[in-house]
């Protein structure tokens, strides 16, 4: 008596090609992806104001890309703040503050046009870069330091940092080391131990800019 083949129907095909793709989409889901500002559309630039200008700055822009239909160009407008604690009348109390007073931090096209749009918006006095035509655009490591990356909609706490020993004093000359002011140099102005901060004045577009860093972001000269 000979043997009868089983004939393959298309449903065990159909079976089969199921269960592999349900076991690739189980692999994917076991690693939540990091949604990094830097991956968004556009470039980022820092852009300098007059001093407390910020917001005046932010409103005018704003206008500016409603009237001129701009919002496919420059996408956002990002004002560095973060949470410091601040020991008032013998409390200690929460406060948000500006990283970096005077400076927006703006995600647009890189487009000559664009930069002049921006450049020309009153309250603005230039973007921060080694030419006015082609600002320097923020790498994805600056853009990760300063808006945290998140993973599912929950934002990635901020790497704990170790107590550093410190030899700053007031008046001392230090150059920036890491972050969107790395090589500028300047002198410090002022020292807080206990938030482990050096306030450092810089020389931007020819004016000393305070820049508050840590102090693992300086070093002496």
């Known amino acids: 008596m000979s043997d009868i083949e089983t004939p393959v129907t298309d449903d065990d095909v159909v079976s089969d090609e199921i269960l592999d793709v349900t076991i690739l989409e189980d692999g994917v889901d076991d690693e939540p992806i990091a949604e990094s500002a830097f991956d968004r559309p556009g470039r980022w630039y820092i852009v300098h104001t007059f001093a ?5 700055v932010i409103g005018a822009l704003n206008n500016i890309i409603k ?23 013998g409390k200690k ?48 490591r600056e853009v990760d330091n300063i808006i945290r990356p998140l993973v599912e909609g929950v934002e990635l706490p901020q790497t704990k940092r170790r107590m550093p020993t410190h030899e700053f004093e007031v008046n001392d000359t230090v150059q920036i080391k890491t972050g969107p002011f790395a090589t500028f140099s300047g002198h410090v102005a002022e020292i807080n131990e206990d938030q482990l901060k050096v306030k450092v004045l810089v020389d931007i577009f020819g004016r000393e800019t305070p820049v508050e860093l840590d102090f693992t972001q300086v070093t002496k000269l």
Do not use: N, W
């Open 93 to 140: 109390v929460t406060v948000s503050k500006r990283m970096f007073p005077s400076y927006l931090l703006i995600r647009c096209e890189p487009d000559p046009e664009i930069f002049y749009v921006i450049g020309s918006t009153p309250g603005v006095t230039g973007f921060v870069g080694a030419e006015k035509t082609r600002p320097t655009a923020l790498t994805r």
């Open 52 to 56: 407390g200008h910020e917001q005046k």
């Open 67 to 89: 009237s001129r239909e701009l919002s496919e160009q420059i996408y956002e407008i990002y004002l560095p703040e973060e949470d410091v604690t601040e020991f008032k009348s």
